[in-house]
């Protein structure tokens, strides 16, 4: 981010496009906007920790993986857990935060690479949010288009490709050095 920073000021001076005070005003917009997501983040992982404190985590992750007996099963069943928590929260991180901890566990009960497993978090977690019509990315794509976001959801392609090729991994326990 910093090198994001700082590469942008560059261009900006370079160009004539920005000026030093404009340049610390977008800064600090851009952590203004980012103070719902903090706020949110922080009492949903506080949440977690009074679940977890509870006995409430090790009994959903008794619950996902009562049936299952091998890998494969049990990276499902994180692609399956993020996949619910990203549909009933339409954030990533807060999706990924929620399901972290019980993917953990899943991934310790079962030998899973935890490379592997942070990757389906994320790519389950993109997947859902890619194609639901009140995620931010439709609804921020349909405000510019001035259109429904469910319309939108008909021409989607990518996040569908993407699931296919993610579960098709899973299923033939791909790549081999992480499986």
Not at 134 to 157: D, N
């Amino acid at each position: 981010m910093t090198t994001g920073l700082i590469i942008t000021a560059v261009i900006g001076f370079c160009k004539g496009l920005l000026t030093w005070t404009g340049w610390m005003q977008a800064i600090g917009n851009g952590i203004t906007s980012m103070s719902d997501l903090i706020i949110v983040t922080l009492l949903a992982g506080g949440m977690l920790e009074m679940i977890r404190f509870n006995g409430g985590l090790d009994f959903i992750t008794r619950g996902l993986t009562k049936n299952i007996h091998g890998k494969r099963g049990a990276e499902l069943s994180i692609a399956g857990l993020v996949s619910l928590s990203n549909i009933c929260t339409a954030n990533n991180t807060i999706a990924i935060i929620t399901s972290g901890s019980i993917a953990k566990g899943i991934t310790e009960r079962f030998g899973l690479d935890p490379r592997k497993t942070a990757s389906i978090l994320d790519t389950f977690s993109c997947l859902v949010q890619g194609f639901i019509p009140y995620g931010a990315q439709l609804l921020m794509a349909a405000g510019l288009a001035g259109i429904s976001s469910l319309s939108i959801t008909t021409y989607l392609y990518y996040p569908f490709v993407m699931g296919a090729f993610a579960l098709l991994a899973i299923l033939f326990r791909l790549p081999r050095k992480y499986s």
